[in-house]
Nanobody
Framework: QVQLVESGGGLVQSGGSLRLSCAAS????????MGWFRQAPGKERHFVAT????????YYADSVQGRFFISRDNAKNTVSLQMFSLRPEDTAVYYC???????????????????WGQGTQVTVSS
């Protein structure tokens, strides 16, 4: 059974930082690209960041470029999202997602991902 379990969400003041983690099990983690998405209340889910299965390529949404950083640890089957300079508009449920195996490229559409976590709430107060 595939499981993606996010953690690290919470309430933070504007300008603060949070680090989200996603622990994966039940799938071949090291060969898959991974991503983070977010969904604000009443809005669609949007792409945030992705990392290649090798870990050497990352790609970010314009809205988080330079503030958020995605990384992975294939030995621990985890992917993280370090978030700095948080803004109220970053408030959302953040989802970890697992893509397909040994595929190269940049994947920022929800349909490019096969497995999803339950999400973790991030709230940024002004």
């Amino acid at each position: 059974q595939v499981q993606l379990v996010e953690s690290g969400g919470g309430l933070v003041q504007s300008g603060g930082s949070l680090r989200l983690s996603c622990a994966a099990s039940g799938l071949s983690f090291s060969g898959r690209y991974m991503g983070w998405f977010r969904q604000a209340p009443g809005k669609e889910r949007h792409f945030v960041a992705t990392v290649s299965w090798t870990g050497d390529r990352t790609y970010y949404a314009d809205s988080v470029q330079g503030r958020f950083f995605i990384s992975r640890d294939n030995a621990k089957n985890t992917v993280s999202l370090q978030m700095f300079s948080l803004r109220p508009e970053d408030t959302a449920v953040y989802y970890c997602a697992a893509g397909r195996t040994e595929v190269s490229g940049v994947f920022f559409r929800s349909g490019d991902y096969d497995y999803w976590g339950q999400g973790t709430q991030v709230t940024v107060s002004s």
